[in-house]
T-cell receptor
Framework: NAGVTQTPKFQVLKTGQSMTLQCAQD?????MSWYRQDPGMGLRLIHY???????DQGEVPNGYNVSRSTTEDFPLRLLSAAPSQTSVYFC????????????FGNGTRLTVT | GNSVTQMEGPVTLSEEAFLTINCTYT??????LFWYVQYPGEGLQLLLK?????DKGSNKGFEATYRKETTSFHLEKGSVQVSDSAVYFC????????????FGTGTSLTVIP
């Protein structure tokens, strides 16, 4: 069971570079989301999607773009990396029912220098 | 609005001690409630859940009861082990549209031999 797969596990970028964090799930989940986790800040929602073709902003969307062209994939794009985007990023997915939990990937640790 | 409040950490306990991590919530409706655990360098894993009032979730010796009257979902374990050292997150899910998940800020637990 693959579950939620995130790639890469680690990434170092220079300020101004762009990149895409990949997220794929094989559970046919309708709901997908991206969080960032910083020390002392808990989890902060970046973007989420309730189904293919539908995305919306979370708490901290600036500097990030997402798309949801298929049910399985939900990539996160950093348009022009900044040191403030140094963080651990988690992708998570869930069925649409209210009693279904989020399933998390193992995270991508991003450093922007 | 909707929110989750959990006790501040870090918490340090001796092996075989009793654990309680408090969690209270505010929600406009009838949420499902979850506890997640995050081990160092990993993503969040579902520990247990409860989907309606008076439900008790349990897993790996951990328990939590959905208390609607006190809007609480406290995590308990009768005898902790060193392997329980991790960060614990309380969360709720509410609704069928928009952002549906709300997380507490996490409580770090260290168990010493």
């Amino acid at each position: 069971n693959a579950g939620v797969t995130q790639t890469p596990k680690f990434q170092v970028l220079k300020t101004g570079q762009s990149m895409t964090l990949q997220c794929a799930q094989d559970m046919n989940h309708e709901y997908m989301s991206w969080y960032r986790q910083d020390p002392g800040m808990g989890l902060r929602l970046i973007h989420y999607s309730v189904g293919a073709g539908i995305t919306d902003q979370g708490e901290v969307p600036n500097g990030y773009n997402v798309s949801r062209s298929t049910t399985e994939d939900f990539p996160l794009r950093l348009l022009s990396a900044a040191p403030s985007q140094t963080s651990v990023y988690f992708c998570a997915s869930s069925y649409g029912q209210n009693n279904s939990p989020l399933h998390f990937g193992n995270g991508t640790r991003l450093t922007v220098t | 609005g909707n929110s989750v409040t959990q006790m501040e950490g870090p918490v340090t306990l001796s092996e075989e001690a009793f654990l309680t991590i408090n969690c209270t919530y505010t929600a406009t409706g009838y949420p499902s409630l979850f506890w997640y655990v995050q081990y160092p360098g990993e993503g969040l894993q579902l520990l247990l859940k409860a989907t309606k009032a008076d439900d008790k979730g349990s897993n790996k010796g951990f328990e939590a009861t959905y208390r609607k009257e006190t809007t609480s979902f406290h995590l308990e374990k009768g005898s902790v082990q060193v392997s329980d050292s991790a960060v614990y997150f309380c969360a709720l899910r509410l609704g069928y549209t928009g952002n549906q998940f709300y997380f507490g800020t996490g409580t770090s637990l260290t168990v010493i031999p």
